[in-house]
């Protein structure tokens, strides 16, 4: 059960159940063009290539 203070974490309207956390499609949307351009990022140390890559296998024969 959702509490009546439930806000979209984009524009802050109430959410809706099709579309929870968000209120609406168009306000999901924006969330996942925000993943896709890097917008949610952790800080860290930059890393060079080659850190943390394991070698590709390949299975064809």
Do not use: H
């Not at 579309?19 to 890097?38: E, I, N, Q, T």
Request: charged share 30%; aromatic share 8%; with cysteine.
């Amino acid at each position: 059960m959702m509490s009546k203070s439930t806000k979209c974490p984009i524009c802050g309207q109430p959410t809706t159940p099709d579309y929870r956390p968000f209120c609406s499609r168009r306000c999901a949307d924006v969330d996942l063009g925000r993943w896709f351009g890097g917008n949610y990022r952790i800080p860290g140390q930059p890393t060079t290539e080659g850190d943390g890559e394991k070698a590709e296998i390949n299975d064809e024969t």
